[in-house]
């Protein structure tokens, strides 16, 4: 039976979700032919991890020049919306050159190749790993070692990747928005759109007065509640909000229209503002 050591593990992180693959890495047709003949594995391993695999015995390693090239690949069509992707042209040919181990940003890392085509339309950049010999030799688990790391015999089939973090961890950061609501009354005549109030329970989002918006598309009886700065896009919900009518100052009194306001979903609704996202609530 053939024990399977891991060579080197890549993880791909997302700042603004837990909840799914943004993208994939599969070998390129190249890499996948190299790593045959040179009697090595590429899998993944677990939500958002992968790893390469070399046979314990047997198994002598790469040579001078050889390249394992992976492609990265777009899982969704929401991707752009979350991601920071400034100055990304989809249709050049980018790439990632990885040497020793460590986190990247994959924005700051990125940089364009001469390259004709993609192997895909979804296709959004390279991963190029150069191994050294030396390399190879620092990954490589000697077998008395394993046993006398863990006597109880479970280190033989453990691999490196069951004991340590990944080698190479890639991180995709969160794009920012300003959050507008619209609040669209039903009843033109129905008088507490001024009177709207916007809060985060947790006090981490701050928004503006209402403004209404005569010139909308939603009719003539449309407010618009603005954040104050630019908030991280999430996948899921983070923020609290509350939606109520002030009916009067003081003492304070609040009627209460919504205790769980959706929070903007990027990519959902189109949104005049630069910057902007948008989510639309009918009352």
């Given at each position: 039976?053939?024990?399977?050591?891991?060579?080197?593990?890549?993880?791909?992180?997302?700042?603004y979700t837990n909840a799914g693959e943004m993208v994939e890495l599969m070998p390129l047709p190249c890499t996948a032919e190299l790593m045959r003949l040179r009697g090595g594995l590429f899998r993944k391993q677990s939500h958002g991890m992968w790893e390469w695999l070399a046979p314990r015995e047997?198994?002598?390693?790469?040579?001078d020049g050889d390249e394992l090239i992976l492609s990265m690949r777009l899982c969704r069509p929401d991707f752009f919306p979350y991601t920071v992707c400034d100055g990304y042209a989809p249709r050049k040919v980018y790439r990632i050159d990885v040497e020793g181990s460590g986190e990247l940003d994959v924005m700051s890392s990125l940089r364009?190749?001469?390259?004709?085509?993609?192997?895909?339309?979804?296709?959004?950049c390279r991963i190029v790993w150069s191994p050294r010999?030396?390399?190879?030799?620092?990954?490589k688990i000697p077998l008395d070692q394993d046993a006398a790391e863990y006597p109880a015999g479970n280190g033989k089939q453990a691999s490196r990747m069951d004991r340590e973090s990944c080698d190479v961890t890639m991180r995709f950061r969160a794009c920012s928005y300003i959050w507008e609501y619209f609040f669209i009354f039903r009843h033109q005549d129905d008088g507490c759109g001024p009177r709207l109030l916007l809060e985060d329970t947790s006090q981490r989002v701050l928004f503006g007065s209402p403004e209404v918006q005569k010139e909308s598309i939603f009719g003539q009886?449309?407010?618009?509640i603005a954040s104050l700065e630019s908030v991280k896009a999430f996948e899921q919900d983070e923020y609290p909000l509350i939606?109520?009518?002030?009916?009067?100052?003081?003492?304070?009194?609040?009627?209460?229209?919504?205790?769980?306001?959706?929070n903007p979903?990027?990519?959902?609704y189109s949104s005049d503002s630069v910057g902007g996202v948008r989510q639309i609530c009918y009352m």
């Open positions: 039976m053939i024990e399977w050591v891991s060579l080197g593990g890549i993880g791909v992180r997302y700042e047997g198994f002598h390693g790469l040579m364009p190749v001469d390259e004709k085509a993609k192997q895909c339309t979804n296709e959004f010999k030396q390399w190879y030799e620092e990954k009886n449309a407010w618009r939606l109520s009518e002030v009916i009067q100052s003081v003492p304070p009194q609040k009627r209460i229209f919504d205790r769980h306001l959706p979903q990027a990519g959902r």
